[in-house]
Each structure stands twice: as structure tokens, then as C-alpha cells.
């Protein structure tokens, strides 16, 4: 595997070490070759903009090819979003360690150049870590959307009001329940743990996993006035599983059950982990089901208008 693209270990993420006044919050956006999305998911991070005092916006662009990031960034950001252009395209993991050591904030936020947040989702994670300063990180519900803002899925709530979850690790273990847009993470705690690794696929289930296995983590459902929902838009593409997927997904799996037996989390029966075998091939069920390949129905569309 190549390791200039897919790490092998946790890459490591290093401390800010200088001494000026650091915002509360990093909103790192990594971006490739997603231009026809990016403008709807800086919008949903502006239309929110607290400031740059406490606020940190930024795209890290992979070294995209379907047009001019930086010029896109420009007109939308106005000044107030950074940008950074990968001298080469160094892989999804590469970029993501990228954007966490560009970050400067206490608490940071991973937004995919493709994906976009409704208004309320900062003030209401940041409820979250006011409420509960020893969680490592806050993450809200989220639901799928398709290209044309259609509603796919939705994630039924984990719990009935915001709190700190319980047994999370137990849970996220068995079955991916949230999806990276929607997470908020300590950057200390990226610190302590390290960045995304070693999967081509569900490398941020493995994050999370890591994550509740030495933290705490705080959860809002939906439902409730300004959870901030995360609304991700799927591409217009049908996957199809190769060799590399399902080694992936072998790996993912081992990891999981390795962190729940060290933190003394009882298996008591095999197909207990099974489960986590059956929620992602029902995934690539829908995504493989039969008929024409999913086409384009409109152009992209702001969420927020």
C-alpha cells in the first residue's frame, strides 16, 4: 500500500505552539474535484460566521482538476475563507491530515467540500461541549440528501435530548451511526490520538471508534429547534466493491472489536459483530441496486435558499 498516500499509523497532528489568540472553532473544508458543491457548503458555514476571532474557515484543495477552487473560494469567501492547494493530489487521508494541522482552533470541524450544514449546527455542538467540557467530541443527527436536494435517509436519534452518550463505544463498535460532516472534535484530541489512517474506506469509523474508546462523546438529536442537521449530498456515481473495499472493511472491523476488548466491553455472541458486516453490504445493497445508473436531475442547488 502506498504510504505516501495512505498512512500506516496514525499521522501525527502537531500542537499549536504559538502564542497568539486562537479561535474557538477550525471549519476545515478538504476539497476535490466537488467545485459544483463547494459554494452551497461555504454558504451554510458563512451564513453562520461568528467572526474570525472565533472562527477559523478554510478549504484544503486537493489539487483539484474540474475548476478554479481558489477563484470560487475568492468570490464566496470574500476575504474571509482560506485557502491551500495541495502541490499534487495526495489522497483523501493525506489531505485530511493536512487540514488537521492547518487547523488552529480549540475545536474542529471537518466539512467535505460536498456536504453542508443548516443553521443552528455550531451554536448547538458548541451547547454540547459548554454543557459537558469532558467530552472529546459533540456530533448532531444527519440526513442524506441526492444531488437535487432530495431527501434520501434520514439517521434515527440516539437519544431523546442532548447528553453525553452512554456505552458509546459499545455502539459506535458494532455499527457506523453518524457520518463525518456531522462531528465536531477537540483538537487536542486529534493531538492525543493521531489522524485518519489505513483505509481507503470507513477510515472515519475506525475515528470514531478510536475516539469513544479514550473519550467521551455528546450527542443532539434531531428534531429539536436548530440541531444544525447535516445534509450530505450524494454523487451522481454508482460504486461498485473491489478487493480493496472489503479488506477495508475487514480491517475496520478488527479494529473495532480490538478497542472494545480493551476497554472491557463484553462480545457475547458472534453475530453481535456480524451486525457491522450487515449494516455496510446493506449500504452497497442500495448503492448496487439494479437499474440505470443514477444521472444528474438538476444542477446543484444552495440548501439554504
Known sequence: MNEDRTPQTPPIIKAVTDCESRPRWSVMIPAYNCIGYLQTALESVLIQDPGPEIMQIEVVDDHSTDGDVRALVARVGKGRVGYYRQPYNRGSLRNFETCLNRSKGHLVHLLHGDDAVLPGFYRVTGALFDAHPQVGAAFTSHIVIDECGN????????????????????????????????????????????????????????MWVRIAAHYPVAYSPSGLPGTGTIQITLPPVRFYPDRTFWISIRRSISFSIIFRRKKGSHIKDQRENINQFISLTNLISYIMSTGPPMRPCCRPRPLLK
Open 151 to 206: 431527501q434520501v435517509y434520514s439517521r434515527q436519534s440516539l437519544m431523546d435530548k442532548p447528553g453525553v452518550l452512554s456505552d458509546w463505544l459499545s455502539t459506535i463498535a458494532r455499527r457506523q451511526r453518524l457520518q463525518p460532516p456531522a462531528i465536531v472534535v477537540k483538537r487536542l484530541v486529534y493531538e492525543h490520538l493521531g489522524g485518519f489512517f489505513a483505509f481507503h474506506f470507513n477510515e472515519d469509523w475506525e
